[in-house]
């Protein structure tokens, strides 16, 4: 399947979220082929994850967030699920569960009681290599950035730390397996869960 003309059913060519989002995709993909890289002996299916890492925020233009061209009724943090549903009607179950789980690093049903999040009541959490490779290259890359560079992986873990202490530790542990030598830098210890703040970012 081709990932942008899938795009193009949604979003209009040249208006301000289509760019952001190809742009972020594009971003993601690159970085989640690398990972695949570094574990080639697990044979990930690299197709499949250049396709789900440019679908990944599918969802976001329903979701208002202006800032990045959005004009939606719902809150960002509802993107993946949104982005799933759209997936799923097409018949791409799995794409779809890459939409689903990749917000954050895996949202969990506690996580969706204890912060009053408006999303289903259960583990939104990666599960194959595939899943988790496009999570994790994704944290590298805010949307609200002008130029699509990587955030430095110090950079990653402090903002993980607002996410809960669970969270900067998943990262860290994936960016041991990902990462060329396996050797990621900061410890980052998170100190306080932000799912639930409107930022219009991974």
């Known amino acids: 399947m081709d990932p942008i003309a899938f795009i193009a059913g949604f979003y209009r060519r040249g208006e301000r979220a289509y760019e952001v ?3 972020h995709g594009e971003a993601v993909a690159e970085k989640a082929l690398a990972a695949a890289d570094a574990v080639s002996d697990q044979t990930p299916d690299r197709e499949f994850i250049y396709q789900a890492a440019m679908l990944h925020d599918i969802g976001i233009f329903m979701t208002d967030c ?3 061209g959005c004009h ?3 809150p960002y943090v509802c993107h993946g699920i949104l982005g799933a549903r759209l997936l799923s009607e097409a018949g791409l179950d799995r794409h779809s569960r890459v939409c689903e789980r990749h ?3 895996g949202i969990t049903a506690k996580d969706v009681r204890r912060q009053g999040l408006p999303l289903p009541e259960r583990d939104m ?3 194959t290599l595939e899943e988790t490779i496009v999570c994790y290259a994704d944290k590298f890359f805010s949307k609200n ?3 699509q560079r990587p955030l430095s992986m110090e950079v990653v873990l402090r903002g993980l730390n607002r996410f809960g202490p669970d969270k900067a ?3 860290f542990r994936w960016a041991e397996i990902f990462e060329p030598g396996g050797s990621p830098t900061g410890s980052g210890r998170p100190s306080r869960s932000a799912f639930g703040r ?3 970012e991974r």
Request: overall charge positive; charged content about 15%; glycine content about 12%.
């Open 198 to 200: 409107k930022t219009c």
């Open 103 to 105: 917000v954050g690093v």
């Open 66 to 68: 202006p800032g990045l």
């Open 145 to 147: 950035a002008a130029a």
């Open 169 to 171: 530790e998943r990262f």
């Open 125 to 127: 959490i990666p599960q």
């Open 21 to 23: 989002l190809c742009r």
């Open 72 to 74: 939606g009724v719902h």
